[in-house]
């Protein structure tokens, strides 16, 4: 597989495989990255895949055997982010096995996901998910409104 590079406004990552396992747990390990990574779900055996995309995205099509979860919004700061947190991170905590959560980019919507599973059931601050995960995806950057509604969560939790 040959590299992508990506440009971020604030940093340059050179993304090898399009997705990371950023979270290894009670024996699966939670993968997170763009919609490229659906075409390598096979390589890593890979059980559920949760992906967040705008209604007009479509990736490469995902193996019958893997359970696919699909939710439709927007990388937008105005979307309430509260009210696709309590129905997706359920089923991260829920689901067995290897898993993986993109988005079209891996950087926002698919971050603010796992993120608020962190803090959720791991009892991490923002600050603390953040760094989890960009030890392992350095380009993830939840937008402006998400880190809001993230930090919010934070404090109720």
């Known amino acids: 597989?040959?590299?992508?590079?990506i440009i971020h406004p604030t940093i340059q990552y050179e993304e090898k495989d399009t997705y990371q396992d950023v979270i290894q747990e009670d024996?699966?390990?939670?993968?997170?990255?763009?919609?490229?990574?659906?075409?390598?779900?096979?390589?890593?055996n890979i059980k559920w895949v949760i992906e967040i995309l705008s209604p007009n995205e479509y990736g490469h099509p995902i193996p019958n055997n893997t359970h696919t979860y699909r939710f439709e919004f927007d990388d937008n700061r105005n979307v309430n982010l509260y009210e696709w947190v309590n129905k997706i991170i359920p089923i991260i905590n829920n689901e067995k096995g290897n898993g993986l959560i993109h988005c079209r980019e891996g950087r926002s919507r698919s971050s603010a996901i796992l993120i608020a599973y962190l803090i959720h059931y791991h009892h991490m601050t923002y600050d603390e998910a953040l760094d989890k995960i960009r030890l392992k995806r350095p380009i993830v950057r939840p937008n402006i409104g998400f880190e809001r509604q993230l930090r919010n969560l934070e404090k109720i939790k």
């Open 1 to 5: 597989m040959e590299g992508v590079l």
């Open 27 to 44: 024996g699966k390990k939670i993968f997170l990255g763009s919609i490229a990574s659906r075409k390598y779900i096979a390589h890593e």
